[in-house]
T-cell receptor
Framework: NAGVTQTPKFQVLKTGQSMTLQCAQDMNHEYMSWYRQDPGMGLRLIHY???????DQGEVPNGYNVSRSTTEDFPLRLLSAAPSQTSVYFCASSYDYETSTDTQYFGPGTRLTVL | TQLLEQSPQFLSIQEGENLTVYCNSS?????LQWYRQEPGEGPVLLVT?????EVKKLKRLTFQFGDARKDSSLHITAAQTGDTGLYLC???????????FGAGTTVTVRA
């Protein structure tokens, strides 16, 4: 199993550009989520999905869209990039949404810089 | 304002010394997890504690969940250079299955 994969690893955007961060998992996990990690702030939940066709907002959803058309893929779209979105983005998945009893697996991250 | 406060933010010790990292909150959690993150990689789960007062050991690492399920600690005995990394605690609040992360503690173990 490849686990959780993310592409690209690095990206530089100009303000106003849009792009999609890709996330895929091959573990047949139902629960997938997107976090951003900023210095001194830990990881903050952007959006999550408890299964194909179901998505919901996390703590910091503004400026981001998600969709979950398949169990495997959970792309994150930046609609109009802003410098405040400069961050490291992590995708994670777990077998079930009951994260208290389930291991959450993280991808290697995408480092995004918005100029 | 973060739901979980970790302290200290940075910790630098000599190989062989002991260290403790704290994770505190005023909220009650149904479970609490500890992760370690290496530079350039995603966090990796170390342990999950679910019962108040629970103590779990993972080789030289000891994790404790407070009796009231509002706080946790991670103690490393005889630290090694391989223990260097960012340690994150994350809690699942009561009635909310979404994890809330602390800001992390950067641990550096010097040879």
């Amino acid at each position: 199993n490849a686990g959780v994969t993310q592409t690209p690893k690095f990206q530089v955007l100009k303000t106003g550009q849009s792009m999609t961060l890709q996330c895929a998992q091959d573990m047949n996990h139902e629960y997938m989520s997107w976090y951003r990690q900023d210095p001194g702030m830990g990881l903050r939940l952007i959006h999550y999905s408890v299964g194909a066709g179901i998505t919901d907002q996390g703590e910091v959803p503004n400026g981001y869209n998600v969709s979950r058309s398949t169990t495997e893929d959970f792309p994150l779209r930046l609609l109009s990039a802003a410098p405040s979105q400069t961050s490291v983005y992590f995708c994670a998945s777990s077998y079930d949404y009951e994260t208290s009893t389930d291991t959450q697996y993280f991808g290697p991250g995408t480092r995004l810089t918005v100029l | 304002t973060q739901l979980l406060e970790q302290s200290p933010q940075f910790l630098s010790i000599q190989e062989g010394e002991n260290l403790t990292v704290y994770c505190n909150s005023s909220s009650v959690f149904s479970s609490l997890q500890w992760y370690r993150q290496e530079p350039g990689e995603g966090p990796v789960l170390l342990v999950t504690v679910v019962t108040g007062g629970e103590v779990k050991k993972l080789k030289r690492l000891t994790f404790q969940f407070g009796d009231a399920r509002k706080d946790s600690s991670l103690h490393i005995t005889a630290a090694q250079t391989g223990d260097t990394g960012l340690y994150l605690c994350a809690g699942e609040p009561i009635n909310d299955y979404k994890l809330s992360f602390g800001a992390g503690t950067t641990v550096t173990v010097r040879a």
